[in-house]
Nanobody
Framework: VQLVESGGGSVQPGGSLRLSCVAS????????VVWFRQVPGKERELVAR????????VYADSVKGRFTISRDDAKNTVYLQMNSLKPGDTAVYYC????????WGQGTQVIVSS
């Protein structure tokens, strides 16, 4: 049972990336899913959350209007579309589920730099 993140990379400021969080050996439709990010030496911070059935989405103030979280339960996948990226978005991005959060995975690295 795990969640696997992918889609990170290096982009210039103003660019876009789409992160994927794929659930393995469980059905993600039964859970809310969150994206967190972490910079070395800092606490992991919540970026976005999508509730079951996408009834509710929540965003950190720092990403509102630029990031969009969505889910495709048929593909057992949650996405984070990131537009207008800034250097401050540079971090390792992780996903997890609630309730019953799992051990954090490897995450996917996002680097925003000119």
């Amino acid at each position: 049972v795990q969640l696997v993140e992918s889609g990170g990379g290096s982009v210039q400021p103003g660019g876009s990336l789409r992160l994927s969080c794929v659930a393995s050996r469980f059905t993600v439709s039964g859970y809310a899913v969150v994206w967190f990010r972490q910079v070395p030496g800092k606490e992991r911070e919540l970026v976005a959350r999508v509730d079951r059935g996408a009834a509710t989405t929540v965003y950190a103030d720092s990403v509102k209007g630029r990031f969009t979280i969505s889910r495709d339960d048929a593909k057992n996948t949650v996405y984070l579309q990131m537009n207008s990226l800034k250097p401050g978005d540079t971090a390792v991005y992780y996903c997890n589920r609630f309730p019953e959060p799992m051990r954090w995975g490897q995450g996917t690295q996002v680097i925003v730099s000119s």
